[in-house]
């Protein structure tokens, strides 16, 4: 403003003196024409600012006159603001990724529960598609009465357990609602099937063993009872050896699945072995002939067997393994069925012991918890086939021990297979 007052001052100082010099008509059209030429160049520097102003992000025009000490301080503001705002905008960037990364699911609603932002976590775990159900109710997206009756209570002191249908899998969700900011809410989603699933595991567990030992510990205490309060001349020696029979078949029973219960815990002591070089065939063949005792003749077994190809591992734990598929074979076939018996090679290198019955096969549920400790198919938990029912866990363990893989193929009233796989890294190939 200073130096556009002075600019006048000085042209009316010039038109003064040309008025002075050659009359007034001079001197006042010296004054007209020294105000036309600030006007034509204010204006000159107006429309260079007006450029400017369609990208803030470049410096200001030069030498534009009195506008000079007005932009450059707004500029400096500008850039100092878009540096800000470029902070800002990254640690957004790092919050959102650091909530994307988040094993949780992570949801933000409004005031009206709805729907503003989830992360992908949520997304799987709700099947949430913040594309479509953005701005939409979370009661409308996830339809469940019961989170529908925790979502609009006053307060939320813990968490709710949810079991919804995904894809045809149940799955249970851990959700907690949270109020923040200024009407705004968090659901935090945990998927706990896993955990859930673990915890039903330990539960038959615990179940089962009971279950296992209450009956031969009952039968040890009848027995027992029975023995103290009757007068030793009431028993015949053959009642008294039956009876004593019976005790020791019980105590064996229970020192088996004692003995079983310590092998499982060796196992899981240590996840991998090395072991030697073992010859699998060798310990097929003294599996077939303790099978054979066991079937008494009222199988046929078929064998296909390579003497060649042997496994780097620990030879007794294979010899386990590999005695408990025959057995469960065995058990599980009705007379006159047939256990076939293979150890071959496949094409990529790696190794497959399978046993294959025409038994009574599994129902396609029960299969995954096969392994499980004392799992039975049987609900009734029927002993007429024997074992503990910790052969298969024993086995899942040796093969987890030696890098390997159960596999298990089944029909009802038709039969199974179950295959041990060996990686290629463990096959070793004999001279012959």
């Not at 249908?165 to 799955?171: F, N, V």
């Not at 303790?290 to 064998?303: K, M, R, Y």
């Not at 004392?374 to 002993?383: A, E, M, P, Q, T």
């Amino acid at each position: 403003m200073l130096s556009t007052l002075t600019s006048i001052f000085l042209w009316a100082v010039f038109g003064a003196i040309m008025g002075w010099w050659l009359g007034a008509a001079t001197g006042f059209a010296c004054l007209a024409f020294g105000l036309l030429i600030m006007v034509l160049v204010s204006g000159a520097h107006v429309s260079r600012i007006q450029k400017w102003t369609r990208n803030l992000n470049d410096p200001p025009p030069p030498s534009i006159g009195p506008w000079d000490a007005i932009l450059a301080p707004v500029y400096r503001q500008l850039r100092r603001d878009r540096h800000e705002i470029l902070d800002l905008n990254r640690h957004v960037d790092g919050i959102m990724m650091a909530a994307e990364a988040l094993p949780d699911g992570a949801i933000t609603l409004n005031a009206d529960m709805e729907l503003q932002w989830c992360n992908q976590t949520a997304c799987e775990h709700i099947g949430l598609n913040l594309a479509t159900d953005r701005h939409h109710s979370i009661f409308n997206i996830l339809r469940a009465p019961e989170f529908s009756r925790y979502a609009r209570q006053s307060r939320w002191d813990g968490p709710l357990l949810l079991h919804i249908d995904k894809d045809g899998l149940e799955k249970s969700l851990l959700l907690q609602l949270t109020p923040y900011g200024l009407g705004q809410f968090l659901i935090v989603t945990r998927d706990v099937t896993q955990v859930e699933k673990l915890e039903t595991t330990r539960k038959d567990f615990v179940a089962n063993v009971s279950h296992e030992l209450r009956t031969p510990l009952t039968v040890l205490l009848g027995f027992l009872e029975t023995l103290r309060d009757m007068p030793p001349e009431s028993l015949t020696p053959e009642q008294r050896q039956r009876y004593e029979t019976m005790m020791l078949e019980q105590t064996r029973h229970m020192q088996s699945i004692v003995a079983d219960l310590l092998t499982l815990s060796t196992l899981e002591s240590s996840p991998t072995v090395e072991g030697e070089t073992v010859q699998v065939s060798n310990l097929i063949q003294s599996a077939l002939k303790q099978g054979e005792a066991l079937s008494g003749g009222q199988h046929i077994f078929v064998t296909n067997l390579d003497p060649n190809l042997a496994i780097q591992g620990m030879e007794n734990e294979l010899s386990s393994a590999v005695s408990n598929l025959i057995t469960n074979a065995i058990r599980y076939t009705p007379k006159d069925g047939t256990i076939t018996v293979s150890w071959y090679m496949l094409d990529n290198g790696d190794a497959c012991y399978s046993v294959q019955d025409t038994g009574i096969g599994i129902a396609p549920q029960d299969i995954p918890r096969l392994t499980e400790r004392f799992y039975r198919v049987d609900k009734g938990r029927s002993r007429s086939t024997g074992g503990t029912g910790l052969g298969l866990a024993i086995t899942k363990h040796i093969v987890v021990r030696h890098n390997a893989e159960l596999q298990i193929q089944s029909r009802l009233g038709v039969g199974s297979i179950f295959t041990l796989r060996f990686p290629k890294s463990r096959v070793r190939i004999l001279d012959s």
